[in-house]
C-alpha cells in the first residue's frame, strides 16, 4: 500500500518538477534524506518526472490529490537542496460530492516532537467529527467547516481544492472524464521561509535579486 509522497524540485525558472515516492508520507524522514549529494535520497524518490514545469499555485489544485498522498515536500536545490515538508489532511470522509478537498500543514522532521504528531492528530479529530455526523449530532457540512477551522486555526494548515487538471484528462487516475469536477476556490499559501504570502488566485508578490519586492507573471508563482 506504502505512504505516497509528493515530490516538488524547483527550478531556475521558479517552476518545479513534481516526482513521486512510495514511502515518502511515512514519518518524513525523506525531507533530511534529501541533499545535495543524494537528490533522490538513494532511490527512495522515482527518478522518473509526474510532471515538469509546474506553476507552484498549481501543485496543489492539479497535482496533490489528498486522497492518495499523504505528504507533500519542496526541494530547493539553489538553497542547498533545502526541503519544506507538509502533512496532507484530506478533509472528507468519502462520501461528500466535493471529495477533492484538503489540505496541506508544515511540519519540520527534525522538531522536538513525534513526526507523526500532525497525522495523528487529524486522525482523531476527523473520526471524533464523523462519529458525531453518524450519530446525528453534526450534519456533514457543519463537521467539514470546523474541521476545516481546526486545521487552519490549530495548525496554521491551507485548505484547497484538488481538480485533478495535471493529470492525463483532467482526473485523478488519468482516465478520460471531466476535468471540470471541482472548482477551486480561493484560497491562500503561506510562504514561510520566503516572508510573503501567496493568493492562490494568482495575485503574489516575490523578492528579487536585491531583496525587494516585484509584481510578476501571474499565472506563476516562484
Not at 484560497?187 to 501567496?198: A, F, K, S
Request: glycine share 12%; with cysteine; aromatic share 10%.
Amino acid at each position: 500500500m506504502g505512504h505516497r509522497a509528493l515530490v516538488g524540485y524547483r527550478r531556475p525558472d521558479r517552476l518545479y518538477d513534481l516526482r513521486y515516492s512510495h514511502w515518502g508520507g511515512d514519518d518524513l524522514s525523506l525531507a533530511e534524506a534529501i541533499d545535495d549529494g543524494s537528490p533522490l535520497a538513494d532511490g527512495a524518490v522515482d527518478a522518473d518526472l509526474l510532471a515538469d514545469s509546474v506553476a507552484r499555485e498549481r501543485i496543489l489544485t492539479d497535482y496533490l490529490d489528498p486522497c492518495i498522498y499523504e505528504a507533500l515536500y519542496l526541494v530547493d536545490p539553489g538553497r542547498d537542496y533545502a526541503v519544506d515538508a507538509y502533512r496532507v489532511c484530506w478533509l472528507e470522509w468519502g462520501d461528500g460530492r466535493d471529495g477533492g478537498r484538503g489540505a496541506i500543514v508544515a511540519a519540520d522532521p527534525s522538531a522536538d516532537e513525534p513526526p507523526t504528531r500532525i497525522r495523528t492528530w487529524f486522525r482523531a479529530t476527523k473520526t471524533t467529527l464523523g462519529d458525531a455526523v453518524e450519530m446525528g449530532a453534526l450534519s456533514r457540512r457543519a463537521a467539514q467547516a470546523y474541521l476545516e477551522a481546526r486545521v487552519c486555526e490549530d495548525e496554521d494548515g491551507t485548505v484547497y481544492t484538488y481538480t485533478g487538471r495535471g493529470t492525463e484528462d483532467g482526473t485523478r487516475d488519468g482516465s478520460a472524464g471531466n476535468g471540470d469536477a471541482y472548482e477551486p476556490t480561493p484560497d491562500r499559501w503561506l510562504e514561510r521561509d520566503h516572508g510573503q504570502e501567496v493568493d492562490i488566485d494568482g495575485e503574489f508578490d516575490d523578492p528579487d535579486s536585491d531583496g525587494d519586492w516585484d509584481d510578476r507573471d501571474r499565472d506563476g508563482i516562484g
